[in-house]
């Protein structure tokens, strides 16, 4: 059975002492046996509040929304996935969409980005999705296909088996406007037949793929209940406490 993941992604909000109390109170609303394993990705300042939170759960992560591709040197600014190693963190979203838009990312720099993280043992949350114009133009499978094939298709299987992808349709992601579980559904059948077609079955079957865009608990079960996804990536609600415990309760 492949894990259940849902990561919240709190993007640029929260303080660290905001952050403190944040991951608290939802740790606090969970029920320890939850088969479900959740990520918490703060900003970096927030990193060292957050672990020291967590660090007494076996479920509860944390994760981080960015690495550098080099593990140091002169990157006035960046922070390296040794750093973050060090923190505690063990996943990093990696290709998300606001880092494309905002710091012109491309899968190139991402596919470098994914092996590094790997390489400090932290597991990349990879980002892929289309953008509303291209799902109007029905691009949307070559679109994700080419993203998939740039970023992940030179990694050895050793290092796939520790990918979680994201499917993150641009569209959806802040807008309000989510996915249809059906189209959610499609194209995670989708990138799992192009892992199984290049890696094999056996990884393909173990891969967690994640859907995210605003994703909420009011569409959480529905699309948790498809049988290609295995938990989202949330951002908006994923700052509100009981949203998002609500969210993980859906599966
Ligand atoms: C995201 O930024 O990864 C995301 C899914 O955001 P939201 O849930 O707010 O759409």
Redesign the pocket.
């Known amino acids: 059975m492949r894990k259940k993941i849902v990561a919240g992604?709190w993007?640029m909000n929260m303080t660290p002492s905001q952050g403190a109390i944040l991951v608290t109170d939802i740790t606090r609303q969970l029920v320890k046996d939850l088969d479900v394993q959740i990520v918490i990705c703060p900003p970096y300042t927030s990193i060292d509040r957050v672990a020291r939170v967590i660090r007494e759960t076996k479920w509860v992560f944390c994760g981080a929304q960015d690495c550098h591709v080099q593990l140091s040197g002169a990157f006035t600014g960046d922070i390296s996935a040794a750093m973050l190693q060090e923190m505690g963190v063990r996943y990093v979203i990696l290709g998300?969409s606001?880092r494309r838009k905002y710091y012109h990312e491309d899968d190139i720099l991402v596919a470098e980005k994914i092996k590094t993280a790997i390489g400090e043992g932290i597991r990349p949350i990879y980002?892929c999705g289309e953008e509303l114009q291209e799902r109007e133009t029905n691009q949307q499978f070559e679109v994700v296909e080419m993203q998939i094939e740039t970023a992940l298709f030179g990694l050895s299987p050793e290092q796939m088996s520790e990918v979680v992808i994201a499917y993150?349709p641009v569209w959806?992601?802040?807008t309000g406007k989510t996915a249809t579980p059906g189209q959610a559904q499609e194209m995670h059948e989708f990138i799992r037949g192009m892992i199984a077609e290049k890696f094999g079955d056996d990884i393909a079957s173990k891969l967690s793929i994640l859907y995210?865009?605003?994703?909420k608990p009011e569409n959480a079960h529905e699309l948790f209940s498809q049988p290609d996804i295995d938990g989202g990536?949330?951002?908006?609600?994923s700052l509100d406490a009981d949203a998002f415990v609500k969210i993980i309760q859906s599966f």
Not at 212 to 215: P, Q, W
Not at 233 to 237: D, K, S, T
Request: contains cysteine.
């Open positions: 992604n993007k998300h606001e980002c993150e959806a992601i802040g995210g865009g605003s994703c990536l949330i951002g908006g609600a």
